[in-house]
């Protein structure tokens, strides 16, 4: 297993970095007609595409074009590469590829970075494009409601058709990382360069980390693939090493140990398990990266308002999970949610186990696929304008001058984003020093799925190494379900969400890390020595807003078994057989046991079967035997837990025999478990 800045490591739950918890859909062919239609006043004679029956699929060879007419033309026209019908349903799949062409000098463009240096077509405008996937009703079927942004995860698409098709709702993704590898099955975007004022190459040193879990002679740096060594030989070719990944700085490693060919690195005796390693070099050529921000806004205002949009909503919402939840931070937070008519893009968002974090997109030589361990978080963390003691700024994610269209905001965050990698999700609901609650915005709602990881792991689950807990399956889907149709309804029809639910320092169920009552379960280690990492620089300000400076680590406090106490509590954490932690430090053959696994898993730490076996362990916890009755009352319990949170809005009703059921296999599957 190997981990690269934000890449996610071999072996782990789910279909793409970021997302392990969706499912693939599955899909197969559907057919197009081709009808004329009269086009506006002086765009000249094009053709637009309508649904007919029988159907039968286009080939990928004869894409068609047509024109695509907004109120500015930002979206000028759209390849359809592919149609396939969704088995069983009134659905469609349309894939493709959406051209752009942005004006450089409209104010809603200005904050892209180096756009002025990109070059420009006749009119004057700049050309990027994207690849798109579209899921919207067969042509005569029932119209969709509504619709939903799911930013793609570096480039990998969403399974959540079924969920759409069912509830009537619309579904585009469109690709806006120019990092992600070419590769038919992912969606990327196409971005120019930037060139200097006399039309010359420019050069930058590009940097990256990453950490290996076992040893290892070669590295491939994957995250600077797009950025080729211009001299591997030159004095900007540097490897530096350190032990404790949050840490600046490190011993750098004499050239003569280690060579460089392309992106891949070789090191005399091997890279070391658990060492944090950065990578420096020249490169030249830096894509226009923000130009993603720009795509997933046109692309937006097409569905919406375009005159040819193939699936016109009234609203549109967006999801982003990991990465993508990141983005969504900081797109509302860099203005774009705001159009060149200045109409609101987005009317909700969700972004999704982000923490406090932002992502390394708007700059030159970025590299937004890594993981951004430790490099996520900078001022500000919060969305309403707060004064920060250390740079002297004060303004929010929401509360600057950029943000004049506000979208519906749910946060939602699993344990591991309050406890690894930098994420310091309390702080988009503290002070920026941690010592004071703030009052969220009214178009805020924040939710913390209780005892959970980054995306949960599989069950029965599996342990990552010799002598470390299982991975934690706690699995919050079902819940994140119930929350985007609460999202839908509080945007449609004004329905208010379920009430937030997270930790706050005010009743104690937010604490500082030193603080947290975790008990002194045999063979875990605890976490309360952890840190958080310093703060990243923010561009935006002069001096980066107290960049370097260490960010506060706040926690959730814990019962006596050390699950969690506030946000909402799944059946699994409310009715327990285990501890479910945000949190599980390096096996030792991984190198590095004081730290945690970068990839943001949680631990599930199953409690003694009987008395006597905790007795003889020393095991504080109350056994199975000492809870529950039998089988029966653990799954009455489980039944009322569920039938509980589907009142207060956090789970669908369809979810309660589900969560019973899932109850059943794990009282039987954990029994030896317990034993270990």
């Known amino acids: 297993m190997r981990l690269q800045a934000r890449s996610t490591s071999a072996g782990q739950v789910g279909n793409g970095p970021g997302e392990p918890f969706y499912l693939p859909d599955e899909a197969s062919t559907l057919s197009i007609e081709s009808t004329p239609l009269t086009s506006p006043a002086g765009s000249g004679n094009h053709s637009r595409m309508f649904l007919r029956h029988p159907l039968f699929l286009l080939p990928s060879a004869a894409a068609l074009l047509f024109p695509i007419h907004t109120v500015r033309g930002e979206v000028t026209k759209v390849e359809i590469l592919e149609r396939q019908p969704v088995e069983n349903t009134d659905y469609e799949e349309i894939s493709g590829r959406i051209h752009y062409r942005i004006d450089p000098t409209h104010e809603r463009n200005h904050g892209i970075t180096d756009l002025e240096l990109a070059p420009v077509e006749a009119d004057g405008r700049v050309a990027f494009s994207s690849d798109f996937r579209l ?22 698409r969403s399974g959540m058709s079924e969920f759409m098709i069912e ?15 070419a590769d038919p099955g992912k969606l990327r975007i196409e971005v120019p360069v930037a060139r200097d004022k006399d039309g010359a190459a420019i050069r930058g040193t590009v940097e990256a980390i990453f950490i290996v879990d076992e040893p290892e002679e070669s590295f491939t740096v994957t995250d600077l693939a797009p950025y080729p060594p211009v ?4 004095a900007e070719t540097r490897l530096s090493v350190r032990e404790k990944g949050h840490l600046p700085g490190g011993r750098e490693i004499p050239r003569a140990q280690w060579s460089l060919e392309g992106n891949t690195i070789t090191l005399e005796g091997g890279f070391e398990p658990g060492l944090t390693y950065e990578i420096t070099w020249l490169a030249e050529n830096p894509p226009i990266a923000g130009l993603g921000f720009a795509a997933i806004r046109e ?9 040819d949009s193939l699936a016109p909503v009234p609203h549109l919402y967006a999801f982003g999970a990991s990465q993508c939840g990141r983005f969504l931070r900081d797109f509302v937070y860099r203005g774009f949610n705001t159009d060149t008519a200045n109409r609101i893009v987005l009317d909700g968002i969700i972004p999704h186990i982000a923490g ?5 997109l708007n700059r030159r030589w970025s590299t937004p696929r890594e993981l951004a361990l430790f490099r996520a978080a900078s001022y500000p963390f919060a969305d309403m304008a707060v004064h920060d003691p250390v740079s002297g700024c004060s303004e929010g994610l929401l509360e600057n001058p950029r943000v004049t269209h ?38 805020v709602r924040l939710y913390l799925f209780a005892g959970t990881q980054h995306g949960p792991s599989a069950f029965p689950p599996a342990s990552p190494g010799a ?61 309360r020595g952890l840190q958080a990492g310093p703060r990243m620089a923010n561009s935006l300000h002069p ?59 949680g631990s599930w730490i199953p409690f003694p079967l009987n008395k006597a076996d905790r007795e003889k362990t020393g095991d504080p916890r109350h056994s199975r035997e000492e809870r529950y009755e039998d089988p029966a009352d653990f799954l009455s319990r489980t039944r009322e837990a569920a039938e509980a949170l589907v009142k207060r809005g956090y789970l669908l009703p369809g979810a309660v025999e589900k969560a019973v059921e899932k109850a059943q296999e794990r009282w039987v599957l954990e029994a030896p478990a317990a034993k270990q």
Do not use: C
């Not at 692309?299 to 005159?307: D, F, I, N």
């Not at 988009?428 to 009214?442: A, I, S, Y």
């Open 467 to 527: 002598g470390a807990p299982f991975a934690n399956p706690v699995d919050f889907r079902p819940a994140l379900l119930a929350l985007r149709l609460a999202m839908h309804r509080w945007v449609s029809e004004g329905i208010d969400p379920p009430a937030s639910a997270y930790p706050r320092l005010a009743d104690g169920t937010l604490v500082p890390v030193a603080e947290v009552a975790f008990p002194n379960i045999p063979g875990i280690q605890s976490p």
């Open 543 to 601: 001096g980066g807003a107290g960049a370097g400076r260490a960010l506060p680590l706040l926690v959730p406090q814990v019962d006596a078994d050390g699950n969690e106490l506030a946000g909402i509590r799944l059946p699994e954490v409310a009715v327990p057989l285990a501890t479910a932690t945000g949190w599980m430090f390096r096996p030792a053959e991984m190198g590095a046991p004081d730290e945690l696994l970068p990839v943001l898993r």
């Open 356 to 360: 406090a974090g932002r992502l390394d």
């Open 231 to 234: 001299d591997p030989d030159g």
């Open 406 to 443: 506000r979208p519906r905001i749910f946060y939602t965050n699993t344990a591991a984003e309050y406890w690894g990698a930098g994420r310091v999700a309390a702080l988009v609901h503290t002070d920026p020093e941690g010592k004071q609650d703030l009052v969220l915005p009214d178009e």
């Open 135 to 156: 899921l919207r009703p067969v042509e005569g079927a029932p119209e969709t409601v509504a619709g939903w942004m799911e930013i793609p995860n570096r480039g990998s």
């Open 167 to 181: 509830h009537r709702f619309a579904m585009l993704e469109v690709g806006w990382e120019f990092d992600v590898p």
């Open 299 to 307: 692309a937006a205002v097409w569905l919406k308002h375009g005159t």
